[in-house]
Structures are given as structure tokens and as C-alpha cells.
């Protein structure tokens, strides 16, 4: 990575060890970081060039990252409009796969004519 690069770290709470090692080598690279967590006390939040909070507590007992994960979504999406065409470029392959790879199940085609 260079001065190029973009490093997004996403992590919550106390933070994940190896996403803010990640964070801190990146920065001492000179690759300019932002980051996604839930508080402006957190690792990531103190030592990323910029971040974003996206809370996960839920009054249930486990965290819900329906917040983080739809501010991923957005960003994707407005990065794809900085460049749309290069965007859809390199989407197409993904598309295609998505569209008949073999990640979904499909039922077998009956040979059986009756």
C-alpha cells in the first residue's frame, strides 16, 4: 500500500488487534486510513485520519450491525458514482457469476419425458 491507497478499518468495542495493528502500520506507511466503528473513544475512531460511527448496541443482549452494514452499502454506492463506467467494468464479471455460477442452488432439470 502507498499514498494512493485507502485503508478502511471497521471494527467496534475494544477493537479487533489485528485491525488496528493494520491501522497503525498503515499510517506509519503513509497510507491515508479511515474508519467505521461505533464510538469516538475507540481505536479506530483515535488513531484512523478520519472515521465514521456506525452504532451497533441494541437494547437486545447481541449487537446488531444492520447500521455499520448499511453505511458500507452507501459508500459502495457512491464511490461506483464517482466513476460509473469503470465501475461497471468491474462489476460485469461479478455479474455474470452471480447470474449462472455455481453459488445458487438450482433444482436439476428432469430428463424424464412422459
Known amino acids: 500500500m502507498n499514498s494512493k491507497d485507502l485503508l478502511v478499518a471497521i471494527s467496534f468495542g475494544q477493537c479487533l ?3 488496528v495493528d493494520s491501522l497503525l502500520r498503515a499510517k506509519r506507511l ?3 486510513t479511515f474508519g467505521i466503528t461505533d464510538s469516538e473513544t475507540t481505536p479506530i475512531a483515535r488513531f484512523a485520519d478520519s472515521h465514521m460511527l456506525a452504532l451497533v448496541a441494541s437494547p437486545s443482549f447481541l449487537n446488531s450491525y444492520v447500521a455499520p452494514m448499511a453505511a458500507i452499502t452507501a459508500i459502495h454506492v457512491a464511490c461506483a458514482h464517482i466513476d460509473p463506467k469503470s ?3 468491474r462489476l460485469r464479471p461479478t455479474d455474470r457469476e452471480y447470474a449462472s455460477g455455481t453459488r445458487w442452488y438450482r433444482e436439476p432439470k428432469s430428463n424424464n419425458h412422459k
Open 17 to 19: 488487534r489485528d485491525t
Open 30 to 32: 503513509g497510507v491515508p
Open 87 to 89: 465501475s461497471l467494468t
